[in-house]
Each structure stands twice: as structure tokens, then as C-alpha cells.
């Protein structure tokens, strides 16, 4: 009575837990995201990858993706209409107001620098020209055509830059996209394309998938179970254990962060498939223990079950675990959250599987096998007649096929995982096709400083584009000699001389979003050739790289060439990573060992329990092989998972074998009447694992219908290697497990060990040592901050400061160090003369001192009333042009400094506040904030620190227009100049943002000294 009372209250107890839990874990699954994108596929802190980061910071390149929406207009039209360009130029513009953008760039606002009869025109290229030349000069444009406009001109595209964005926020923004392309140009088919797109859409096609998969795998297992049970307890216990580990396993994913992947979109089928095997296994224990003693109660039949049952679980379920587990070997995010994942359901599968049987099965009525399902295996009857035969034949076929799996096909393509005819996949072909293609690929050539000034290697750099645009598979080309034909200033293709290169390199810095910063780095001596190449196979796009490799090296042999970008660097990665996790399924294997070695307490034991588990990923290389299937890290992980599912059965059969072993006390091996009673068992929870994972041949992507294929064929040659090759490899070698002398017994274990230990050492992967974490700058001293009481108006501020600052002329030498991202800098040294006679009467001329290639050349800019003209002197050609364009946003000659970073009056044309006051070592500041969101081109609000004592800038922080920190700018070393006046000698400005910086010095100051507006003309441009 009391063993009763015990057994039932623990079956309470445990369901009571299981039901609570589960309760509880629904609250999580809202948190539960979907995630995907090819990063996740790359290993952390490759050397390639950071080539890449790099060459990224050197050419100002964004790190993040952009969107590309492609806009098809009639077969009977073609872009180049007005009234199409202008609705292009207006949603251009549109968009690169939206939330989480950076800029955006089509055919309608490519910028650079154009020579007309009008002038130079530094801005948009289009509208430079005259319309009846848009369609001739944006087809033969490198910088436009195909990229902006496919070659035939129905096909225009907009490259949406975007920032760092989460998943919901990039759906969102994926989906205004769509919808405000598509009111703004109703004319067009629009499609929105590009890596975030196939991000996005991806993501919410795991979604709808996923549900799939759980409502597919439930109804296979429920077929199979129906099969093989007459009544309805064990459906009803095998449902409840299924939406409990689901449930469990999902919280505990969403809870620790881990996002559902393309990968682990199989997380749900995975868990459904292990626990009903689970259960399969033990209600069939159950029905024949009830058939062996059918005498006995159904609570003691349950206990006996689960006594005799719980152990192979457990081992069979730690087995599939250890196969999950090697796949943290690997430095991919991905597969390492997939193999944590993986194991996790595994492991939660069977606390589950393990607490609710008992319960379930003691409070339902007992499991009713049909027939079939629990009589004895009598087909292992004709194995046994030719076992020996069997044997040969398996192993020699497996050898075979392990043969022909060293010529695998490593052919994949990057995107032919996507839906086909799903918008997102059209819109790739689209690009891909008529774009200019989808895979980036960068050719980096490096030489001495300015070495790019020199017009011998713009002409040689010119001749290598024109061979790499007839090289098959490559879609689009730009690089440098494409930028300095399209300014020809000279009436010259390419520029004649040093000092016209850098003049085109001086105009092109005027422009808001100088394309030259992309291809040029910022001390001349690296360039880079952008080359765009189609979604070719894995080795042709690698013999491409190649190939354009080894042109560039011939072209110049006696300078530094690299190539980088995702086509140099992500099939080579991805082939590393897919040998790696082929090959190296030794991993798991070992560990399985180990664990085999404690649970029989036996080497012996342990190594022939792997030798049937070698038979799957044998047939898999053959099959790859002979099928050529491209191979990606998503098929070769099917090598670690297939492994540790396929010792499940072996497993059982062992375990049986060896209770037989210990019940009889006999030293023969009974290996039929193991066979006899594990068989069908064995083989029915295989089929069930069979009807799971066929669900994934009807999922929406090609690499899960792959994926579940192969998965099918590693559990069948699992079948072939446990159900057919372990029993009559035992029967013909019966010594393999017999009883031996200890001396024998020594001698092979010794041997056995020795291979682990060769097999440890080959497969050891030595632990990297991480660098001690240390201090990155002295520790500052202590300041103490008081806040005091508001004492004066933003009014009285300004004023005060306007009348330290004001002056009605001015003349000052300025160095200026520009400095990029990656440590690089450049340095530009000129004298400035300004004149402001009235409150709209302004001008400023600037004057190159250095470097030597610009000296002389000279720039005007005046404004008169609302009116602005811009003049430049060009020393080459000594001749005076006037500039039009747009070009009021970008820095001043490509460094971080802008004309509204010094324009402090911002008080009247903005609201401004006082934010705070506060004394820090015995000096008063005040900070004065500005809304200047309708005012300012970059900007959202400034903050100004201003010294309360002088009233003199000190500080400014620049926010952008979604309210981040863009710009810091720090003035110091005032010096006080006559009238009262004063000026800060050193100005230091950091984007914050895109990590580059400019240091500017000012020298030889003169104020008020009397400039007379004759000397601001564009005549004296000329004069020395």
C-alpha cells in the first residue's frame, strides 16, 4: 500500500510540475524571433573577414547591406522621361528621410563632377545634362550603367543605404519601402530586392514554415502511431508529450535569445520526432512485458517498464545529444546556437517524455499493440542464414561510396536557396541579371603615397577595367578612371598630368556624397575596382576571383594587390566550414565512445557499437557525390546530426543484448533473440523518425527539402547498419563481444585506447588565448560637477557670444589633417580670406597651399542676398569656371567639417533652450540645446557648451535625425585678437558615427584689417 501511495504521488507530483511548467512557458513564446542572413554562416574573427572590415573603414563602404528596390516601367517606355525622372529624384529623396536609412542613391541623384558650357557642375550628373543626352550618357556610364539603370533603360534601381537595424525594425522599414515606391511611381512594377529584403522575407517565411513543420511532423507521427497501436492511450500520451517538450523547448529558446534560424526552423520537428521514439520504444516495452506477465497489475507493469526502459533512453538520448554538442567546435554563431539549441530539445524531450510517462501511462489504460507491431522479428531469420554474406556486401558497399565521397561537388550558388518564382527571389534574378549583378567583389591595389595622382597608372587601371568587363560572369565594373572620365575638365578623357588629377580630385571632395572617397583612400596610394558578378557556382565564382586576381597582378606587378568583398571571401569560407563539419563527425564519434565505454563498462563494447554507425555517413558521401549536390554547411551538418541519431538503435540493441547476457548468466552471445524481441521495435521507431523528417521535402526552401532528403537516406542506411550488419556481423564474429581472458582483454582495450588517443590528438583544436583585458586610456582624475542656478538668457548668450566672435572681415592660414577610419590621413594646408560687408552679403575665397599637386588652385564662393554663386581656378588649364550643383551637405574638401558646424547664431532660426548649467573645477559652462530639425540638412539638435565667463564655444554635440549621437566638435587654444575678438586656433571634430575625425589648426590670424570686395571676384582667382 504504501509503494502505491508512493508511485502515485510521484506520478502526480511530476505531472502536476510538467502542466505548471508548461502553463508558464506560453507567457515566452511572444518573444520568440525569426532570423536570417548570410552572416550567420561566417566564422568570427576570420582573418578574411577582418581584410574585409579593413578595406570597408579604408574606402568608407557601409558594413551593412543596402535595399535595392527595382522599378520596371512598359516594354514600350524607358527611364528617360522627365516627368519619370523627376517622380525617381522625388521618392530618391523621400526615402532617405526614413528612420533607420543613411542615404539613398539612384539614377536621378548619382553625384560627380561635370564640364559644360555653363560650368563645372559638382552634384547630381543628371542635372547637369541636357535631357536629350540623359539616355547616351547614363548607358555609357560605368558609375550608372547597369547598376542604376539596366542596359536597355526599362530597369532603374534605388540603393537604399540603411543603418544597423533589428529584425522588427527592418521589417518595417522593408515594408514602407514597398508601399511608398509603389504610390510614388504607379507607372513602374516595383520589387524589392537586395540582402535585407531576402532578410526579411526569409525570416517571415520561417514563420508560416515553422507552423508547417509542427502541424506536418504531428500528423506523420499520428499515422505511424495508429499503426502500430489498437487503442487510443498511446495517442493521447504521445500528443500530450509532444506539446509539453515543444512548448518547454521553445520558452527556453525564446527566454535565452536564441532566434529561429533557417537552421533551426527544424528545432520543432527535431523535438517531436525524439520524444514519440521515446514513447514508441517504451509502450512497446510496456505491451510486452504485459504479454510476458500478464498476471501482474498495470501499476506494476508500468514500473517495470520504466524501470527497464529509462536507461537505454537516457543513453540513446545523450548519444543524439553528443552529435548536437560537436557542433560547437565550430567559430559560426549559427551552427553553434543550432547545435546548443539542438541538444537542448533533446535533452528536454526526455525530462519531459520521462516524467510524463509514468504518470500517464499508470492513470490510462495500458498500450494494445496490433499484431505486427509487437510480435517477434522473424525477418531477422533469413539475415541470419547468410550473415556472413551480408556483412561483406554492406561493408563493401559502404567503402565504396565512402570512395567516391572525395569528389564532392563544391558548386554552390549563395542564393539558390530561395523560394523560387517568391517576390524576393525575382527581384534577386532582377539584379542579378540586369543590375549588374549580386555579388560584390573588391580589388584593392596598393603603391606608394599619391601614387594614384599619377595619369600613366589611371590609363593602366583604365585598361584593366575595360578586360575585366569582358570577362564572363562579371556584371558591372567601376573603378577610378570611370570617376575622372566623368569630370573631364580638360576636354580629355583622362587627365594629362599630376596637377589635373588632383584638381578632379579636388573638385570631386566639393561634392555633398563624393563618390571618389569609395575608390580612393585618403593618402592616394590604395585604390579600389568595384566588381559586381553574378550568383555563378561556388568553383566558378572562385576561378573568376582568381582570374581577375591574377589580371590585376600582371597589370601591375610591382604593387601590392588584394581582393576582398563577399565573392572573394564567403564560398571559400563556407567550403572550409562544410569540410570541417564532414570530416570532422570523428568529433562525435569519439565522444559517443566515451560515454559507450562507461554505460557497458566495456572498450570492446563501445568500438564495435561505432562500427554500424559507420554505414550512414559513408552512404551520405556517396550520394553526394554520385548526385552532385552542391555542397553548403547546411547539408554537411547533416553528417554530426545523422551520426547521433543513428546510434539510437544500436543503442537498444546492445543494451538488450547485453540484459539477455546478464539475465542467462550464458557466455554466448544471443544475438537472434535479441534480434527476436528489439527488432521491430527498433524498425517501428526508425519509420517514425522516417515520417518526421519527411515533412522537410515540402518546406519552401531547397536547402530544407535538401536537408530532409538526406536526412531520410542517413536514417535508412542507419537502418541498414543496426538492423542488418550489426546482428549478422555478430553472428559471424562472435568474438568481437564474447567473454575473453583478461590478457586479451587487456591487449585489445590497449589498442583501443591508442586509436582514441591518435584520433584525440589529430582532431584537437588548440584553445586560442585571449588577450588580458586591460585599462584603453589613463584613468582620468576626479571632477567634481555642480549645478548652478540659471543666470542668464538665451538671448543675453547670444549676444555676448556675437560680439566676441562677429567680425566684417577676416584672413588665416589653415592645416587641415583629415583622418579615416582606418588610421590613414591626409593633410591639406590653404589660406582663407572672408568679407561679410552686410547681414546677406558674404564671401570667402580659399586658396590650396599644399599639397603641391593643388597649390594655386583657388575657390570663390559668395552670397548675395538669397543668391549663391561658386567659382573655381583650375591652375592646369588657367582657367576661371563656375560651379553649379548641389553640394551644401557634405563636408568641407571631403573632411567632417560643414558650413553649419561653426554657425553659432542658431537661436534665430531654431529653438533654442538652456539645457543646464553646471561649474566643474571652479569654471561655469552652459549648455544651450537647438532643435534645428527644419533648419538643418544633417542635423536633429545641437548641443553647445559654452563658458559662461568668456562666453566662447567649447563643445559641440551634433544628433541626427533619428536623435543619435553623429558629431563631436571641441574648440581650444583661444586667442585673443584685437577689438576684443577671438578665435579658437585648434578645432577637432569626430564622427562618431563612421569613426573618421578632421583637425584643423588656424594660423596667422587677421581680423577687421579692412578687405576690400574687389579681391573677392572670380578675376582674382587668378592672381597670385
Not at 533557417?262 to 517531436?272: A, G, K
Not at 567546435?329 to 509514468?358: E, H, K, M, Q
Not at 576661371?880 to 567632417?896: A, F, H, P, Q, V
Amino acid at each position: 500500500m504504501l509503494r502505491r501511495i508512493s508511485t502515485r504521488t510521484l506520478a502526480i507530483s511530476s505531472l502536476a510540475a510538467v502542466i505548471l511548467l508548461t502553463l508558464l512557458s506560453l507567457f515566452a513564446l511572444p518573444r520568440l524571433q525569426t532570423q536570417y542572413s548570410l552572416k550567420q554562416f561566417l566564422p568570427k574573427d576570420n582573418p578574411l573577414l577582418k581584410e574585409d572590415e579593413k578595406s570597408r573603414q579604408a574606402f568608407q563602404l557601409s558594413e551593412v547591406q543596402p535595399f535595392v528596390i527595382t522599378a520596371q516601367v512598359a516594354e514600350t517606355n524607358d527611364w528617360f522621361d522627365k516627368s519619370r525622372i523627376d517622380a525617381l529624384a522625388r521618392l530618391t529623396d523621400l526615402l532617405a528621410h526614413f528612420p533607420g536609412v543613411k542615404n539613398t542613391l539612384s539614377l536621378a541623384t548619382v553625384q560627380g563632377a561635370i564640364n559644360s558650357d555653363q560650368g563645372l557642375s559638382v552634384g547630381p550628373l543628371l542635372k547637369s545634362l541636357p535631357t536629350d543626352k540623359w539616355k547616351s550618357e547614363s548607358l555609357s556610364n560605368p558609375l550608372i550603367s547597369p547598376t542604376l539603370i539596366s542596359k536597355d533603360g526599362k530597369t532603374a534601381s534605388i540603393i537604399v543605404n540603411i543603418q544597423l537595424l533589428n529584425n522588427h525594425d527592418l521589417k518595417d522599414l522593408r515594408q514602407n519601402l514597398e508601399v511608398t515606391a509603389q504610390a510614388s511611381m504607379p507607372f513602374a512594377k516595383i520589387q524589392i530586392g537586395g540582402t535585407p529584403a531576402v532578410q526579411t522575407d526569409v525570416g517571415a517565411l520561417l514563420q508560416s514554415e515553422i507552423r508547417n513543420f509542427v502541424v506536418l511532423g504531428v500528423i506523420a507521427c499520428f499515422i505511424v502511431l495508429g499503426l502500430i497501436f489498437a487503442n487510443w492511450s498511446p495517442l493521447i500520451i504521445s500528443f500530450i508529450v509532444i506539446v509539453c517538450a515543444n512548448i518547454l523547448v521553445l520558452a527556453i529558446m525564446a527566454l535565452a535569445g536564441f532566434p529561429f534560424s533557417i537552421l533551426s526552423s527544424t528545432i520543432p520537428i527535431l523535438t517531436t520526432v525524439d520524444v514519440v521514439s521515446l514513447c514508441i520504444h517504451t509502450l512497446l516495452r510496456y505491451a510486452e512485458e504485459k504479454k510476458a506477465a500478464p498476471l501482474k497489475s498495470h501499476e506494476e507493469i508500468v514500473r517495470i517498464t520504466i524501470r527497464a526502459i529509462i536507461k537505454p533512453n537516457l543513453i540513446a538520448s545523450t548519444t543524439t545529444m553528443i552529435g548536437f554538442l560537436s557542433l560547437l567546435t565550430t567559430n559560426v554563431p549559427l551552427i553553434r546556437d543550432y547545435g546548443v539549441t539542438a541538444a537542448l530539445s533533446i535533452t528536454v524531450g526526455w525530462v519531459v517524455t520521462t516524467a510524463l510517462l509514468l504518470p500517464l501511462m499508470l492513470f490510462l489504460r495500458g498500450a494494445k499493440a496490433r499484431e505486427w507491431a509487437w510480435s517477434k522479428a522473424r525477418w531477422g531469420l533469413y539475415l541470419f542464414r547468410r550473415s556472413g554474406v551480408w556483412t561483406l556486401a554492406i561493408l563493401f558497399v559502404s567503402l565504396g561510396l565512402a570512395l567516391k565521397g572525395q569528389s564532392l561537388s563544391w558548386s554552390a550558388r549563395l542564393f539558390d536557396d530561395l523560394p523560387g518564382n517568391h517576390q524576393v527571389r525575382l527581384s534577386t534574378e532582377t539584379i542579378d541579371k540586369k543590375l549588374g549583378g549580386m555579388i560584390p567583389v573588391d580589388i584593392e591595389i596598393e603603391g606608394q603615397q599619391d601614387a594614384w595622382n599619377e595619369p600613366r597608372l589611371i590609363e593602366n587601371l583604365d585598361t584593366l577595367l575595360t578586360d575585366i568587363r569582358q570577362t564572363p560572369g562579371v556584371g558591372s565594373v567601376v573603378g577610378l578612371p570611370d570617376l575622372v572620365a566623368a569630370a573631364n575638365i580638360n576636354h580629355l578623357r583622362l587627365p594629362a598630368s599630376r596637377g589635373s588629377t588632383a584638381e578632379i580630385f579636388f573638385l570631386y571632395s566639393l561634392s555633398s556624397e563624393s563618390p571618389l572617397k569609395n575608390f580612393l583612400n585618403a593618402n592616394s596610394s590604395r585604390t579600389r575596382i568595384s566588381v559586381r558578378t553574378q550568383d555563378l557556382p561556388g568553383n566558378e565564382l572562385h576561378s573568376l576571383v582568381e582570374n581577375l586576381r591574377s589580371k590585376t597582378e600582371k597589370m601591375f606587378p610591382t604593387m601590392s594587390v588584394k581582393v576582398t568583398g563577399m565573392g572573394s571571401t564567403i564560398h571559400h569560407l563556407n567550403n572550409d566550414l562544410s569540410h570541417e563539419l564532414i570530416f570532422g563527425f570523428w568529433q562525435s564519434m569519439l565522444a559517443i565512445v566515451v560515454v559507450l565505454m562507461f554505460v557497458f563498462k566495456s572498450l570492446r563494447w563501445a568500438l564495435v557499437a561505432c562500427i554500424p554507425n559507420l554505414v550512414p555517413p559513408a552512404a551520405l558521401l556517396g550520394f553526394l557525390a554520385v548526385s552532385e549536390t552542391p555542397i553548403k554547411p547546411s547539408v554537411a551538418i547533416i553528417f554530426s546530426i545523422a551520426l547521433g541519431l543513428a546510434f539510437n538503435n544500436t543503442v537498444y540493441l546492445l543494451e538488450r543484448l547485453r540484459a539477455i547476457q546478464k539475465n542467462t548468466k550464458s557466455r554466448v552471445l544471443d544475438i537472434e533473440k535479441t534480434l527476436w524481441l528489439e527488432g521491430n521495435p527498433c524498425l517501428i521507431s526508425s519509420l517514425t523518425l522516417l515520417a518526421g523528417f519527411s515533412v522537410f521535402m515540402a518546406s519552401y526552401f531547397a536547402m530544407n527539402r535538401i536537408f530532409g532528403f538526406y536526412m531520410l537516406l542517413s536514417m535508412l542506411a542507419g537502418l541498414v547498419g543496426d538492423l542488418i550488419l550489426l546482428p549478422t556481423m555478430l553472428k559471424s564474429c562472435p568474438w568481437l563481444l564474447s567473454p575473453v581472458k583478461w590478457k586479451k582483454e587487456k591487449i585489445m582495450a590497449t589498442t583501443g585506447a591508442l586509436i582514441l588517443a591518435f584520433s584525440i590528438f589529430a582532431y584537437h583544436h588548440s584553445a586560442k588565448a585571449q588577450p588580458t583585458a586591460g585599462p584603453s586610456s589613463a584613468r582620468k582624475p576626479a571632477q567634481t560637477t555642480t549645478a548652478i542656478p540659471s543666470a542668464f538668457t538665451v538671448e543675453q548668450i547670444g549676444k555676448e557670444m556675437n560680439s566676441r566672435i562677429t567680425t566684417k572681415d577676416e584672413e588665416f592660414t589653415v592645416h587641415m589633417k583629415i583622418i579615416e577610419a582606418d588610421g590613414s590621413s591626409k593633410d591639406r594646408e590653404m589660406r582663407i580670406w572672408r568679407i561679410s560687408p552686410g547681414k546677406k552679403d558674404h564671401s570667402l575665397m580659399v586658396r590650396m597651399q599644399k599639397p603641391a599637386d593643388l597649390k594655386g588652385t583657388a575657390l570663390l564662393a559668395t552670397l548675395k542676398g538669397d543668391k549663391e554663386d561658386k567659382w573655381v581656378y583650375l591652375p592646369s588649364t588657367k582657367q576661371t569656371r563656375r560651379l553649379t550643383g548641389e553640394n551644401s551637405k557634405g563636408g568641407i574638401l571631403g573632411s567632417e567639417l560643414s558650413a553649419e558646424d561653426f554657425d553659432f547664431n542658431r537661436d534665430q532660426s531654431a529653438a533654442t533652450t538652456i539645457k543646464k548649467e553646471f561649474e566643474t573645477n571652479g569654471r561655469k559652462y552652459i549648455i544651450l540645446e537647438s532643435d534645428v530639425t527644419s533648419t538643418s540638412a544633417n542635423y536633429s539638435k545641437v548641443q553647445s557648451y559654452v563658458a559662461a565667463s568668456e562666453f566662447l564655444p567649447v563643445k559641440a554635440e551634433c544628433y541626427d535625425k533619428q536623435g543619435k549621437l553623429l558629431k563631436v566638435i571641441e574648440f581650444s587654444n583661444y586667442k585673443k585678437l584685437a577689438g576684443n575678438k577671438w578665435r579658437a586656433e585648434n578645432i577637432k571634430i569626430r564622427n562618431v558615427q563612421n569613426k573618421r575625425g578632421t583637425d584643423i589648426t588656424l594660423s596667422d590670424i587677421k581680423l577687421n584689417q579692412g578687405l576690400k570686395a574687389s579681391k573677392f571676384t572670380p578675376k582674382s582667382l587668378a592672381d597670385d
